[in-house]
C-alpha cells in the first residue's frame, strides 16, 4: 500500500505571509483556506508571542499549531492529532536568559543595548510598527529579550560572541534582535515533525518559508526552501540548493513560492 503524503507548511508570518505594513494577508486569504481545507498542514513558525499567535488564530478563526517566539514554544499539536501534547517549551525563561545575560556582558556593551519593553510606550509602538492594542500581544514574552544594539559592528560581534558562548543566541526578527536561549525555528520544526511521526505513518514532506536571516535554518532543514522577496535581505545569504524565490513581497510573494513547491511535489 502505498504511503501517503502529508506536506506541513512551516512559515514566517511578517514579511512571509503576512504584508509587512498592514500585517494582513486578504489578497492570499482564499488560497490560503484552500490549503488548510486540502488536509495541508501550515504551522506559524514565528518570533511573535504565544499571545499574538493566539490572536492571529482567533482573527482569522483558524485553529493552527503555531511555533512562537523563534522556536522557543511550540502550541497546539494535539489539533494535529490527539496524543501530542498541547504545549512544549524548548527554551528556559526571559528571567533565567537576562542572567545569563546580566552575568556575561561587560559594563561597556551593556551600555550599547536597549531593552526594548523598558522603554515608553510609544517608542514601542515606533519600534514594533503596531497599533496599541496589538503591542501589548507582542510584549507577552515568556522566553526571548527585545533589544535595539546602539553600538559599532565589531562591538555588536562581539556581543553576539559572547551571548553565543555562553548558551544564548541573537535571533534577528524584521525590526528588533532578540536574546534567546539555544533555540532556533530550525530546532522547534525538527521537534514537532519528530512528535508527528510518533503518532502518524504518513510521509511527511516540509515546506518552509521565510524572508529574513531568523529563516534560513528552518529554510535549510526543510525539504522544500521557500524565500519571499524582501528588499531589505540580501537573498544571495541563503545558499540552498533549488530555492524558490518569489518575484514578489508578501502575500502575494507566499501563495507563488506555495504553488511552486506543491508543484515540485506532484510533479
Given at each position: ?7 506541513i507548511i512551516f512559515t514566517d ?81 526571559s528571567d533565567q536568559i537576562y ?169
Amino acid at each position: 500500500m502505498k504511503q501517503k503524503k502529508q506536506i506541513i507548511i512551516f512559515t514566517d508570518l511578517d514579511g512571509s505571509l503576512l504584508n509587512k505594513d498592514t500585517f494582513k494577508f486578504d489578497e492570499i486569504e482564499d488560497y490560503f483556506r484552500e490549503l488548510v481545507s486540502q488536509g495541508i498542514k501550515i504551522i506559524p513558525n514565528s518570533s511573535k508571542t504565544k499571545a499574538e499567535l493566539s490572536d492571529f488564530n482567533k482573527q482569522y478563526n483558524l485553529n493552527l499549531s503555531f511555533v512562537a517566539e523563534n522556536g522557543s514554544s511550540i502550541h497546539g499539536l494535539n489539533l494535529i492529532h490527539k496524543n501530542l501534547p498541547e504545549k512544549i517549551s524548548l527554551s528556559r525563561s526571559s528571567d533565567q536568559i537576562y542572567k545569563v545575560y546580566n552575568e556575561n556582558i561587560p559594563s561597556g556593551l551593556k551600555q550599547k543595548i536597549t531593552f526594548v519593553l523598558k522603554l515608553k510606550s510609544k517608542e514601542q509602538k515606533e519600534i514594533f510598527g503596531l497599533p496599541l492594542d496589538k503591542m501589548m500581544l507582542a510584549k507577552k514574552r515568556y522566553h526571548s529579550i527585545p533589544i535595539q544594539f546602539n553600538g559599532t559592528e565589531s562591538e555588536k560581534n562581539e556581543f553576539i560572541n559572547i551571548m553565543t558562548d555562553s548558551g544564548l543566541t541573537i535571533q534577528y526578527g524584521g525590526r528588533i534582535m532578540n536574546i534567546c536561549d539555544n533555540t532556533n525555528k530550525s530546532k522547534a520544526m525538527l521537534k514537532t515533525i519528530e512528535l508527528i511521526k510518533e503518532e502518524m505513518d504518513d510521509e511527511i514532506i516540509t515546506i518552509g518559508v521565510g524572508d529574513n536571516h531568523n529563516d534560513i535554518e528552518m529554510l535549510n532543514k526543510s525539504d522544500y526552501a521557500c524565500l519571499v522577496k524582501n528588499d531589505n535581505f540580501n537573498s544571495s545569504l541563503v545558499n540552498i540548493e533549488n530555492l524558490i524565490k518569489s518575484s514578489e513581497p508578501s502575500p502575494l510573494g507566499w501563495a507563488d513560492v506555495i504553488k511552486t513547491a506543491i508543484q515540485k511535489i506532484e510533479t
